[in-house]
């Protein structure tokens, strides 16, 4: 898969050209596996697609896939050398040069080992699902390198996990979600029509809808992989169906769409159903 290769310009990110190649280079060097997450991985899939961004961010997010604290320091002094030093939080670093913040956000054996040093000097770090998404990560190319992304359903789990840790402070985890399934009817038609006919049940046609049930769906996968982060994502959602008036989830869905919360509420009822109802005759045993 591919972009453009006005792919940088059109992320509407400051020096995101110079910065990846920054990253990269450090991650090279030490043979790290790394991924581009968040909105500035949401804005790469959708541009595939001639989505344009709808808001700008001054952070590029990234994880990568180390050991041990180690190794950690040690990328973290490849950084530094390319002129990002760290800041308040431990995994974040910036740039005075291009004026741009990165988190580099560390999973894989060190969530076991040494993820407790970072959370003592800052309880902001959603690594819950990390592995079990980038598992699945799919790459673009984004001018002459390759990025990898989380797939969109990935994204939704881990803007999810990242939201109910802290609501009052991560609303825009909420409006990325939102827009994820704004276009995936559209970016995903072909499969919806060959693979999930079904969602069109009572002749409901509304493409949002269809694409939340079907986003839900393929988040399943990555949800069985770990229970704890089924179990969250479960929570997050059941919590949030329990009443339209108190949804904090479908309230802000209904002010982002200037809609009622009735028909916000059902397209988190459409998600959670996608995720977490059992399958039948859908044609999507072979995902």
Same mark, same amino acid.
């Given at each position: 898969?591919?972009?453009?290769?006005?792919?940088?310009?059109?992320?509407?990110?400051?020096?995101?050209?110079?910065t990846f190649d920054c990253i990269?280079?450090?991650?090279?060097?030490?043979?790290?596996?790394?991924?581009?997450?968040?909105?500035?991985?949401?804005?790469?899939?959708?541009?595939?697609?001639?989505?344009?961004?709808?808001?700008?961010?001054?952070?590029? /997010?990234?994880?990568?896939?180390?050991?041990?604290?180690?190794?950690?320091?040690?990328?973290?002094?490849?950084?530094?050398?390319?002129?990002?030093?760290?800041?308040? &939080?431990?995994?974040?670093?910036?740039?005075?040069?291009?004026?741009? &913040?990165?988190?580099? +956000?560390?999973?894989?054996?060190?969530?076991?080992?040494?993820?407790?040093?970072?959370?003592?000097?800052?309880?902001?770090?959603?690594?819950?699902?990390?592995?079990?998404?980038?598992?699945?990560?799919?790459?673009?190319?984004?001018?002459?390198?390759?990025?990898?992304?989380?797939? +969109?359903?990935?994204?939704?789990?881990?803007?999810?996990?990242?939201?109910?840790?802290?609501?009052?402070?991560?609303?825009?985890?909420?409006?990325?979600?939102?827009?994820?399934? !704004?276009?995936?009817?559209?970016?995903?038609? /072909?499969?919806?029509?060959?693979?999930?006919?079904?969602?069109? !049940? /009572?002749?409901?046609?509304?493409?949002?809808?269809?694409?939340?049930?079907?986003?839900?769906?393929?988040?399943?996968?990555?949800?069985?992989?770990?229970?704890?982060?089924?179990?969250?994502?479960?929570?997050? =959602? !059941?919590?949030?169906?329990?009443?339209?008036?108190?949804?904090?989830?479908?309230? &802000?869905?209904?002010?982002?769409?200037?809609?009622?919360?009735?028909?916000?509420?059902?397209?988190?009822?459409? +998600?959670?159903?996608?995720?977490?109802?059992?399958?039948?005759? =859908?044609?999507?045993?072979?995902?």
């Amino acid at each position: 898969m591919s972009t453009s290769n006005q792919t940088y310009k059109e992320l509407a990110i400051p020096f995101f050209k110079e910065t990846f190649d920054c990253i990269d280079q450090v991650m090279q060097d030490h043979n790290v596996p790394y991924y581009l997450i968040g909105v500035s991985a949401i804005a790469l899939e959708l541009l595939k697609d001639g989505i344009k961004p709808s808001r700008g961010t001054k952070g590029i /997010d990234f994880a990568i896939m180390i050991s041990n604290m180690k190794d950690y320091e040690a990328i973290s002094e490849g950084l530094k050398r390319k002129g990002f030093n760290k800041v308040k &939080a431990p995994w974040t670093f910036y740039s005075e040069r291009f004026k741009v &913040a990165i988190d580099v +956000l560390p999973f894989g054996e060190i969530e076991e080992q040494d993820t407790e040093n970072f959370n003592k000097r800052n309880a902001d770090l959603h690594m819950l699902g990390f592995k079990e998404v980038l598992e699945e990560a799919e790459q673009v190319q984004i001018g002459e390198k390759i990025a990898n992304i989380p797939p +969109l359903p990935g994204m939704i789990i881990l803007k999810l996990v990242a939201w109910s840790d802290r609501p009052e402070e991560r609303g825009n985890d909420l409006d990325d979600i939102l827009k994820i399934i !704004q276009h995936y009817f559209d970016l995903a038609f /072909d499969e919806i029509v060959e693979k999930h006919y079904d969602t069109f !049940q /009572d002749g409901d046609l509304d493409q949002k809808r269809v694409a939340a049930e079907v986003l839900g769906r393929k988040a399943r996968k990555i949800l069985n992989k770990s229970e704890s982060l089924s179990e969250r994502v479960l929570k997050v =959602t !059941q919590d949030n169906l329990l009443d339209p008036a108190t949804s904090g989830i479908s309230k &802000a869905w209904a002010r982002n769409l200037g809609s009622d919360i009735e028909y916000t509420y059902s397209l988190l009822k459409a +998600l959670h159903k996608g995720m977490f109802d059992e399958l039948e005759n =859908t044609g999507d045993q072979d995902q």
